[in-house]
């Protein structure tokens, strides 16, 4: 199994007026891959979208489509299809119209067999018997499967979307979500999917792109990114985290540690960053995954634990969410628990919370992100 | 490394009109300006040069001193009158009628678009000694011989004052409907009678549109010509007429030139205080 | 004994006198126009009268050879120097907005500097010019002359709504393989063209009413009708000028009704 790579960035940097948009971010894609770039507002994935789709013009860095430079090809030169965040459906035309566009722009088959693609295109996504209506007579759903016909259609060497589930309520999200999915996979098409969503990403992607303030943070597969976060940024935009600061007690063997948490107990900790020496009295950021967060009701024998306070329970349907708020340290900490929690943790009952050390991931402090834990 | 590609042309697209005006618009004035400097040969025929002959005359001449004061007076007072009118509107227009303001606004383009013509000459048939208003007033009694409204300032003031409403409307009303009502409400809930919430809230911060309005009120008024010329006589003749009067009787081209220069000249030197103090991005959108 | 006046009553004599000083401005807005229309019905040129109700003035006009040729000379301008005005003031917005150039406010300022300059020094300077370059008055010269004088309309009309166009529609048209010049064609001029047909109607109106420049650009065989109406008024007062007023006011205000209802469809869809 062969992997071609059809898109490469390399070293792209980018700037509006005095802010670097883009910093310096390399990436491959490969054929048939649904590649999702993600971050906050803010961090340039939109700007990488459109540097690659030809709208925007590198300051830096080379963009290469199927090993070319596509720098001086124009956008309408590039064999790409984009579907934009707003959709951008024609309005003085029909929806079949607006289908067939692109084919007539590129002149890819004689009259009837674009009216004919276009047809089919239109079935693809559900909408056999609109061809005739207008857009803005359609829902936001509607419009969005149009967008995809018009691009799909053209058959491109890479399908490029632009936050297209924005709009939608959440159910029509994650119906769609699954449509694309399935789509890509009849198709095959290389996708490049731009989105905020982390849980959007994870689901439907290949491989994930993260991206914070116009520098590249990882790439990789989305459950290699969920366990193993290279950064605390990254560990703490996807899934729920807590972001816990913490002094270096003891440092172990194979990147273990022990940490001093606020308040004065210890816990067991990972380095996850391997090849980063850290010493006894480093400031550094311990990552704890919601779900990983163990609760007793008495203190533990066979590890460190601490004392909490539960301060608030919010029901989830499949989890419970606890707030726990740290006794003498003031740190809130969060815990996802299946199902219903046992019934000794109710509101301001007290808890003993602990972790394994493989669960707790520490991150030199530099690289802390600040933190939205409510205190 | 590999090359951009090619920046939008907007030069291009501007190219066609910027030339047009530059040849119908720019190269007129300047013409303007050189026969300003010329003189007049008996005979008709036309020496450029560098005489100030032309403008030495304005200044000496009483007659042309007193009717650049009086276009200076008129357009003052027609635009004072104009304001007192137009504001109420314009405050009533922003932020008082609700259901009928769309009607009120269309109602305000009829007589903005008609043509000056009509509006002139209907104050003609208005104004007359035997006219609307005059056999109006002697059918009720309320006098015994007709008025003389017509062909005196008055008749150029209210003329005037008639044409230019909407022009002070509009500037005066887009402030007034980008104003924050919840300054007034603020005012209000501190303690403010409505009076003093207007005069210190609505007022100063409506004085950009009102200025606006002013000014293109005070040009207009000032460089007017129609009006003058259909309502008013030769005791009340404005800065244009005496320039068409060179152009088309005296044939005088020079001077006439010369005392277009005067006009624009205080026109140019009005925008260019108004620039100072408010900018002039605000006159285009009042214009239009 | 004095009535309590309470604030809310004084607030609503306020009202009361505001609502009463606009109805005041209204009507005398209204006036001479209504005035103007009624007259034109009546015998005598300055006297409504009611029970003498007459067509007699029109049935003048429409068999008054040079106001029906000054009425049709003035259409024709019309169409001419709109259609002039027009291509030249959207070159001009699309300049101004889609350009990326410094210096944009001097290049508003000279492209709506015919609206404050009056216009009676506009007149005699394109007059200069025409007699410098010796081109003979007549229709060319009333073309040119107008479409100086309604460019920055078109420019004003056709920018704002440009300002607003969703550029995306436009890299949707690149994304799918349209060059710049097709997409201009299938795509941007279409959703402009309400806007640009309603600039043509607003530049007809601008030309067909235009007295002052017309005065010096004409000619006595080339004349439009606001010309004529003027020496007429000028020199010999005849009862027709009201039915010729209510003519010019109901082709006026036609145009305008047009170009409001290209906008509510526009605002509609």
Same mark, same amino acid.
């Given at each position: ?25 390399? #990436? ?26 030809? #709208? ?249 634990? #601490? ?69 | ?288 | ?23 005041? *401005? ?7 126009? *209504? ?108 073309? *040119? ?125």
């Amino acid at each position: 199994m062969s992997r071609e790579v059809i898109i490469e960035l390399a070293g792209v940097s980018k700037r509006f007026g005095n802010t670097l948009a883009v910093d310096d971010v390399s #990436f491959t894609v490969d054929r048939g891959e649904f590649c999702t770039l993600l971050g906050p507002s803010g961090c340039g994935k939109t700007t990488l979208l459109r540097t690659i789709a030809g #709208f925007e013009f590198p300051d830096e860095g080379d963009v290469r489509i199927a090993g070319q430079s596509c720098l001086d090809l124009p956008a309408h030169r590039r064999n790409l299809a984009m579907v934009f965040q707003g959709y951008a459906l024609f309005p003085h035309r029909t929806v079949l119209q607006n289908v067939m566009f692109g084919l007539r722009m590129r002149k890819l088959g004689s009259p009837i067999e674009i009216v004919d693609w276009a047809r089919g295109a239109l079935a693809m996504v559900g909408l056999e018997g609109f061809e005739d209506r207008r857009p803005q007579q359609l829902s936001g759903g509607q419009q969005q499967r149009v967008a995809l016909a018009r691009a799909l259609v053209l058959k491109p060497e890479v399908l490029l979307l632009d936050e297209p589930l924005g709009a939608l309520d959440l159910k029509l999200r994650k119906t769609m979500r699954y449509e694309l999915k399935r789509l890509q996979h009849t198709t095959g098409i290389t996708t490049i999917y731009v989105t905020h969503d982390q849980e959007e990403a994870m689901s439907m992607s290949d491989k994930v792109i993260v991206l914070n303030r116009g520098r590249l943070e990882q790439v990789g597969r989305p459950e290699d990114i969920y366990r193993d976060p290279h950064s605390a940024f990254v560990g703490d935009f996807i899934g729920e985290s807590n972001l816990i600061a913490a002094t270096v007690a003891d440092v172990g063997p194979d990147d273990y540690m022990r940490v001093q948490l606020p308040g004065g107990t210890t816990a067991g900790a990972r380095s996850a960053q391997a090849g980063i020496q850290t010493q006894p009295g480093d400031a550094v950021t311990v990552l704890v995954r919601a779900e990983s967060v163990q609760l007793s009701a008495s203190p533990r024998s066979d590890g460190d634990c #601490f004392a909490a306070v539960v301060s608030e329970r919010s029901f989830l349907g499949a989890t419970t969410r606890l707030y726990l708020k740290a006794e003498g340290a003031g740190h809130v900490v969060i815990a996802d628990v299946a199902g219903m929690p046992p019934a000794w943790a109710a509101t301001g009952a007290r808890a003993y919370v602990g972790w394994t050390p493989d669960a707790a991931l520490a991150y030199a402090s530099a690289s802390m992100p600040p933190t939205d834990n409510p205190t | 490394m590999t090359s951009r590609p090619a920046p939008p042309t907007g030069w291009a697209a501007l190219a066609p009109p910027l030339a047009w005006l530059g040849v119908f618009f720019l190269l007129p004035m300047i013409a303007v300006f050189a026969y300003s400097f010329a003189l007049r040969m008996p005979g008709g025929a036309v020496m450029f040069g560098f005489a100030t002959a032309n403008y030495a005359r304005i200044g000496e001449s009483a007659l042309y001193l007193w009717t650049t004061l009086r276009s200076l007076r008129i357009a003052v007072v027609v635009t004072a009158a104009t304001l007192l009118v137009s504001y109420p509107v314009a405050y009533y227009l922003a932020l008082v009628a609700a259901r009928w303001r769309l009607a009120l606004f269309v109602l305000l383009i009829v007589p903005w678009w008609s043509s000056i013509l009509v509006k002139n000459f209907a104050w003609v048939a208005l104004l007359a000694d035997s006219g609307v208003i005059n056999r109006l007033l002697l059918q009720l009694g309320l006098i015994d011989h007709p008025l003389k409204l017509l062909y005196n300032e008055i008749a150029v003031v209210i003329g005037l004052v008639h044409v230019l409403i909407p022009f002070m409307v509009m500037p005066i009303n887009a402030v007034l409907e980008r104003l924050d009502r919840r300054l007034i409400e603020a005012a209000a809930n501190l303690g403010s009678s409505p009076l003093r919430a207007f005069l210190e809230v609505v007022l100063p911060l409506s004085l950009p549109g009102v200025a606006a309005g002013a000014l293109l009120t005070f040009i207009l008024a000032f460089g007017s010509f129609i009006t003058p010329a259909l309502l008013g006589s030769e005791r009340t003749l404005m800065i244009a007429n005496l320039i068409q009067a060179q152009f088309m009787e005296a044939f005088d081209w020079p001077f006439g030139a010369a005392l277009s220069m005067v006009l624009l000249g205080l026109v140019l030197a009005l925008l260019v205080v108004f620039n100072r103090l408010i900018g002039l991005d605000r006159l285009w959108k009042a214009a239009r | 004994m004095s009535p309590r006046i309470t604030r809310r009553s004084r607030g609503a004599r306020a009202r009361t006198a505001l609502r009463l000083v606009v109805g005041a *401005v209204y009507v005398f807005l209204f006036l001479p126009i *209504v005035a103007v229309v009624l007259l034109s019905f009546s015998e005598n040129i300055s006297v409504i009268d009611f029970r003498h109700f007459t067509l007699r003035w029109y049935q003048h006009l429409f068999t008054d050879e040079p106001i029906l040729a000054a009425l049709r000379f003035s259409i024709e301008l019309g169409v001419l120097a709109s259609a002039l005005a027009v291509t030249l003031g959207s070159l001009a917005a699309f300049g101004l907005v889609r350009g990326r150039m410094r210096g944009k406010t001097a290049l508003q300022a000279a492209l709506y500097a015919p609206l404050v300059v009056p216009e009676i020094i506009i007149a005699i300077a394109l007059l200069i010019l025409f007699v410098l370059l010796r081109i003979p008055r007549g229709m060319i010269t009333l073309i *040119v002359g107008h479409s100086v004088l309604i460019l920055p309309y078109v420019v004003s009309i056709v920018s704002a709504r440009l300002y607003g166009f969703d550029r995306s529609l436009e890299e949707a048209a690149a994304n799918l393989g349209a060059t710049p010049a097709r997409a201009l064609r299938e795509i941007t001029l279409p959703l402009m063209m309400p806007a640009i047909v309603g600039a043509a109607l607003i530049a007809f109106k601008v030309s067909f009413d235009e007295v002052v420049g017309s005065i010096f650009w004409a000619t006595s065989r080339d004349q439009p009708l606001p010309v004529l109406v003027f020496s007429m008024l000028q020199y010999e007062l005849t009862p027709e000028v009201n039915a010729i007023g209510t003519v010019m006011l109901t082709i006026t205000l036609g145009v305008l009704a047009a170009y409001q209802l290209i906008e509510w469809r526009r605002r509609s869809t």
